[in-house]
């Protein structure tokens, strides 16, 4: 069993940044891809970003891409999303998911393991 636990959301101003932490909890299963996903109200959860887990392939969507830097540290085992220069669209429910296999990273359905989600709320 896998457990993910969030942190590090909150509310802050557009132009301001924000780190996300996600802490897993590993027993038995490997992982292979870690995510960030969002989802924000009346939306459907979309991707944000991932990263192989022993490896250096990171993926973005586009709308991130320059502002949101995504990393890990497996000694911790916590994956990181750094986000810089925040718009009020930013705004949502942020989700830390895990993949036991190599599998297409953009896609929810793919994740096995999910975190409960940290909002971040940026204001205009």
């Known amino acids: 069993q896998v457990q993910l636990v969030e942190s590090g959301g909150g509310l802050v101003q557009a132009g301001g940044s924000l780190r996300l932490s996600c802490a897993a909890s590993i027993r038995t299963f490997s992982i292979a891809t870690m995510g960030w996903f969002r989802q924000a109200p009346g939306k459907e959860r979309e991707f944000v970003a991932a990263?192989?887990?022993?490896?250096?392939?990171?993926y973005y969507a586009d709308s991130v891409k320059g502002r949101f830097t995504i990393s890990r540290d497996n000694n911790k085992n916590t994956l990181y999303l750094q986000m810089n220069s925040l718009q009020p669209e930013d705004t949502a429910v942020y989700y830390c998911?895990?993949?036991?296999?190599?599998?297409?990273?953009?896609?929810?359905?793919?994740?096995?393991?999910w975190g409960r989600g940290t909002q971040v709320t940026v204001s205009s």
């Open positions: 990263m192989v887990w022993r490896g250096t392939t990171t």
């Open positions: 998911a895990a993949d036991k296999t190599y599998s297409t990273p953009y896609r929810a359905s793919e994740y096995d393991f």
